[in-house]
T-cell receptor, first 114, second 112 residues
């Protein structure tokens, strides 16, 4: 069974630009979550989607947005990039939700903002 | 506000000995706790979990202990092996929140 696929794996942007990251969950998984990992900060929750509905959102500015499609694939967008947005963005999927089931993570998209 | 804390950023242990990783949390509403392991250039992978109704869960070399009164959990790895060298994240969740709160991670190095 294929794992969680994230694209692109690496990207470099400049301040002020915007970026869209894509995530294809494991087949049959309807819950998709996004996390930002930066050194020393662990994984910070961005948002969670289930059946195209956002059920929770983390404490990030409105420049961070996401959506989920009917096939459960998800995208996240960051507009007006800042240097501090440089991070590893991780997508994770699970069947019904992250509360009691393990999350299956992708390898992440490494974003560098110059 | 960091609700899950791993106060030891790193741990070095000799092969064959026990590794003990600690995690503290502040939110008494958390009812499920998990440990994830992460190798460089890979996503985190699930290791072991425990519900708040239990105080211990064991899976092979890995045991997680939960002390609800102290809001503390720990992960024991016995015996430690070189392949255990990785970053370990503690995480917690509350039913209905649809998210995990992660600690900052502990880097474990197992010496031969």
């Amino acid at each position: 069974k294929a794992g969680v696929t994230q694209t692109p794996r690496y990207l470099i942007k400049t301040r002020g630009q915007q970026v869209t990251l894509s995530c294809s969950p494991i087949s049959g998984h309807r819950s998709v979550s996004w996390y930002q990992q930066t050194p020393g900060q662990g994984l910070q929750f961005l948002f969670e989607y289930f059946s195209e509905t956002q059920r929770n959102k983390g404490n990030f500015p409105g420049r961070f947005s996401g959506r989920q499609f009917s096939n459960s694939r998800s995208e996240m967008n960051v507009s007006t990039l800042e240097l501090g947005d440089s991070a590893l963005y991780l997508c994770a999927s699970t069947t019904t939700g992250p509360n009691t089931g393990e999350l299956f993570f992708g390898e992440g998209s490494r974003l560098t903002v110059l | 506000d960091q609700q899950v804390k791993q106060n030891s950023p790193s741990l070095s242990v000799q092969e064959g000995r026990i590794s003990i990783l600690n995690c503290d949390y502040t939110n008494s509403m958390f009812d499920y706790f998990l440990w994830y392991k992460k190798y460089p250039a890979e996503g985190p992978t699930f290791l072991i979990s425990i519900s708040s109704i239990k105080d211990k869960n064991e899976d092979g070399r890995f045991t997680v202990f939960l002390n609800k009164s102290a809001k503390h959990l720990s992960l024991h790895i016995v015996p430690s092996q070189p392949g255990d060298s990785a970053v370990y994240f503690c995480a917690a969740s509350r039913r209905g929140d649809y998210k995990l709160s992660f600690g900052a991670g502990t880097t474990v190095t197992v010496r031969a």
